[in-house]
């Protein structure tokens, strides 16, 4: 069964520290994003990458960074965890032509303390 | 903003009957995708739709496209309490890479 994972369902992290949330998928696909969930305001692009070392920003970039060293892996990085980036995060992939759906994680739920 | 939006925000029904739920769009696109999301977990892809579609079924979906209107609805027939989930929209601008999602329509179902 085809999959993408996430690391952790659930983190609990203090102000100021630099927090990792993980992605992996078995796919082989070209492209993967992170999304965060907030209520009312449904997904949110933060960062995307179409290729491994390659990434482009999605409409909500700031305070985040991203990693993509190997095709399969895709790596969210919060800088310095600041409470209003307390969300879940939804990490998916895709393949690049179109047509075809995302498969998603099944999130992390970040709080940040 | 490309975001769907969809309607209604929640929508309550008894188990057996029909459930209907809207997307509204703004930009040209070259599909539609329908996505459901059980509490606290990652979104599954139901069904994507063309632009050159109409209409399209899987199982018990029904998703309709209407690029003149700029709108789709995903109908669930015959309920079960299992369909209890949010539901979301997401369209892919023309050229875009990434899909844009709309607020979802939180679906209850009562046995």
């Known amino acids: 069964d085809v999959k993408v994972t996430q690391s952790s369902r659930y983190l609990v992290k203090r102000t100021g520290e630099k927090v990792f949330l993980e992605c992996v998928q078995d796919?082989?696909?070209?492209?993967m994003f992170w999304y965060r969930q907030d209520p009312g305001l449904g997904l949110r692009l933060i960062y995307f990458?179409?290729?491994?070392?390659?990434?482009e920003k999605g409409d909500i970039p700031e305070g985040y960074s991203v990693s993509r060293e190997k095709k399969e892996r895709f790596s969210l990085i919060l800088e310095s965890a600041s409470t209003n980036q307390t969300s879940m995060y939804l990490c998916?992939?895709?393949?690049?032509?179109?047509?075809?759906?995302?498969?998603f994680g099944s999130g992390t739920r970040l709080t940040v303390v | 903003s490309q975001q769907g939006e969809e309607d209604p925000q929640a929508l309550s029904i008894q188990e057996g009957e029909n459930a209907t739920m809207n997307c509204s769009y703004k930009?040209?696109?070259?599909?539609l995708q329908w996505y459901r999301q059980n509490s606290g977990r990652g979104l599954v892809h139901l069904i994507l739709?063309?632009?050159?579609?109409r209409e399209k079924h899987s199982g018990r979906l029904r998703v309709t496209l209407d690029t003149s209107k700029k709108s789709s609805s995903l109908l669930i027939t015959a309920s079960r309490a299992a369909d209890t989930a949010s539901y979301f929209c997401?369209?892919?601008?023309?050229?875009?890479?990434?899909?844009?999602f709309g607020t979802g329509t939180r679906l209850t179902v009562i046995p």
């Open positions: 998916a992939s895709s393949l690049t032509q179109g047509g075809y759906g995302y498969t």
């Open positions: 796919m082989d696909h070209e492209n």
């Open positions: 990458s179409y290729d491994v070392k390659m990434k």
């Open positions: 930009t040209s696109i070259n599909n």
């Open positions: 739709i063309r632009s050159n579609e």
């Open positions: 997401a369209t892919d601008g023309t050229g875009a890479n990434n899909l844009f």
